[in-house]
């Protein structure tokens, strides 16, 4: 926590959380979309934020995953010129979130989970409305609106007041009202809370699209599920701080990488099993009932390792599978240990 | 300032079309001032005397003013929906002037004002009133009229960001005007009064320009009523605006 009132560095070794995994890989000479150092918030006695850092680069998907309250909306308000900070300091495409808050408003989309459209305006008016806002002509306006409309599947709905459109169409209209002045880089905060999940599988396309075409994106969730299938990159927040970041894959790998389940025919026969598969892991294998959990270095040939010493043992198995960690685990992992373990796992991870 | 301009002009007709679509509060501007004059007119208005005028003549100047002064009833259930709706939030991610939420809020009120004191005007004329004075006496008391509801949407828009929901904004509104209006001379002379509330009435802005706008509408003695109800005006907007603003960046900014 020391590190945090130091300025972003591209020394890995500077930040004590370890957090080497977020910088972009090389080009070292071109200023990140998103960088945001030391940034501290609270309301009143409650702390929203007790410094957080964070580099998203261009191009790329930066997931701020945690639970309700961790300050994730937080971070995005500070960064999308709604809230000023009590301390630190964040740049968003070049510009100061906070000297610079009026040019950057241009250079911007924000959409989230309130979804927030005018109900009583139709889907073209929403977007006309936003289009002059951004001091386009009227007509315009309507034109760019029309396009994101058909972009966004919205068209045949474009005449209608948008109380009458469905939960995942209002997120669209938000969506593409986010997009109306092209923005480079988008915020989006819980983008798909409250959808069921064929919208939800639509949004993600749609962000894949944006991607595609090389929008940055920096976007929060509560789900590990949709942390890990768009972003490039995760920071896991909590209690108002960034406790971890990565890609998906490394923050699997910190919590050890891939595991064997096996379940034996005999739950007395646990302990044998456990004696037999010692030596393919690190660690002693877990033991829980008629499951034998076993942490494994390499995926190749780890199943038929075991069934093969389980049968010289003369143990019977029910059921064998390999599984790797999922964010749940990550997240359980990082949030229900006490922070001095964070940075030991941290470490060891650098 | 031209970016003011045109984005107060955006969010006021953005406040305008939306309304034909909310049905509840078009009945609020049409239906019900009517139902209002109606009931006055034939059910107290055999009972009050008003010397000197008809109870006709004498109700629409006061009603009009009532009716007026509820009109920024719109702007607070509007801004407190845009707050907790998080249009606020996308208003203010925009490139626009911020300035402009409020005024172009305030100014779709001074339209819709317009329609309904023209609503109750045509109704007052059906039931007999009748304007007693010039055209451009006449016209001055529509524009007495238009600036005093534009105060009241100011002491609204601040009640509306003042309280948590739509409905307490609602309530909050009613309470704190509705005994204003009451206690004035809407809708009976205060000479009808007792000697508190009287004296209570003779200094209230609605009395001032309730009696404005029948010496501009029927030519009864001025006295300084007129500029009274302009000073009490402007005085409501210097207090209020300000306030309303302050409020609309806190609440705007967490």
């Known amino acids: 926590m020391v590190a945090r009132l130091r300025p972003m560095s591209h020394d890995p070794s500077t930040t004590a959380d370890g957090r080497s995994a977020l910088r972009p890989q090389g080009n070292g000479s071109r200023e990140a979309a998103v960088s945001a150092s ?85 889907g073209l008016e929403n977007l ?11 007509a315009d306006a309507k034109r760019r609106g029309n396009e994101l409309l058909e972009r966004f599947d919205l068209l045949d709905a474009a005449g209608r007041a948008a109380k009458t459109y469905s939960g995942g169409m209002r997120r669209r209209l938000d969506l593409a009202a986010a997009l109306v ?54 920071s896991v927040i909590d209690h108002g701080r960034v406790i971890a970041g990565g890609t ?47 942490g494994v270095h390499r995926r190749g040939g780890a199943i038929v390792e075991a069934v093969r010493r389980l049968d010289e043992a003369g143990i019977g198995v029910e059921d064998i599978a390999l599984r790797r960690p999922t964010l749940d685990d990550v997240f359980l992992a990082l949030t229900g240990h006490a922070a001095e373990g964070d940075d030991e796992d941290d470490r060891e991870a650098a | 300032m031209r970016r003011l301009f045109t984005d107060t002009l955006v969010i006021a007709e953005r406040n305008l079309v939306r309304l034909p679509r909310a049905p509840e509060l078009l009945v609020a501007f049409t239906v019900q001032p009517i139902m209002f004059v109606l009931l006055f007119r034939y059910v107290f208005g055999g009972a009050i ?122 309530s909050v509104g009613f309470i704190a005007v509705f005994p204003l209006t009451f206690i004035s001379s809407a809708f009976v002379p205060v000479q009808s ?15 001032l320009t309730v009696d404005a706008m029948r010496s501009l509408w029927l030519g009864a003695p001025a006295g300084n009523n007129i500029w009274g109800a302009v000073v009490w005006a402007f005085a409501i907007i210097v207090v209020f605006a300000p306030l309303a603003v302050a409020r609309y960046r806190r609440a705007a900014g967490q």
């Open chain 1, 38 to 122: 030391g940034l501290v918030k609270s309301y009143g006695s409650v702390k929203a934020l007790v410094g957080v850092d964070l580099e998203v680069a261009h191009g790329t998907v930066m997931g701020l995953l945690g639970p309700n309250g961790a300050g994730k909306t937080t971070i995005v308000r500070i960064l999308t010129t709604l809230l000023k900070p009590d301390a630190g300091t964040a740049r968003v495409a070049g510009l100061d979130v906070v000297a610079d808050a009026a040019v950057l408003r241009e250079r911007i989309g924000l959409a989230g989970q309130y979804a927030a459209v005018d109900e009583n305006l139709t």
């Open chain 1, 128 to 138: 006309t409305m936003v289009g002059r806002l951004y001091g386009m002509a009227r």
């Open chain 1, 181 to 234: 002045a092209n923005p480079p880089i988008l915020f989006l905060d819980e983008p798909t809370t409250g959808l069921d999940p064929r919208s939800r599988l639509q949004l993600w396309e749609t962000i894949e699209g944006l991607v595609a075409d090389g929008t940055t994106v920096l976007l929060t969730t509560q789900y590990l599920d949709e942390a890990d299938r768009l972003a490039t990159e995760i």
């Open chain 1, 248 to 294: 998906p894959d490394e923050l699997k790998d910190r919590v050890g990488g891939e595991r064997l389940e096996i379940q034996l025919d005999d739950a007395s026969r646990a302990e044998a099993a456990a004696q037999a598969l010692a030596s393919m892991a690190d660690e002693a294998p877990g033991i829980g009932g008629d499951l034998v959990t076993v």
């Open chain 2, 49 to 170: 005397k008003t010397p000197g005028y008809s109870y006709a003549d004498f109700l629409i100047p006061g009603i009009i003013v009532q009716n007026i002064a509820f009109g920024g009833f719109v702007t607070a259930l509007g801004l407190n929906e845009d707050l907790h709706k998080g249009l606020i939030d996308r208003f203010r991610s925009l490139p626009m002037a911020r300035a402009a939420v409020l005024a172009g809020r305030t100014l779709a009120d001074v339209v819709t004002n317009g329609l309904s004191a023209t609503i109750l005007v045509i109704t007052g004329l059906i039931i007999g009133f009748s304007f007693h004075t010039s055209v451009p006496h006449a016209i001055a008391g529509g524009a007495l009229l238009l600036l005093f509801g534009y105060a009241f949407s100011w002491v609204f828009a601040f009640l509306g960001m003042l309280v948590s929901t739509a409905e307490a904004a609602n």
């Open chain 2, 193 to 207: 009064m007792p000697s508190v509330l009287r004296a209570f009435a003779e200094v209230n802005p609605f009395t």
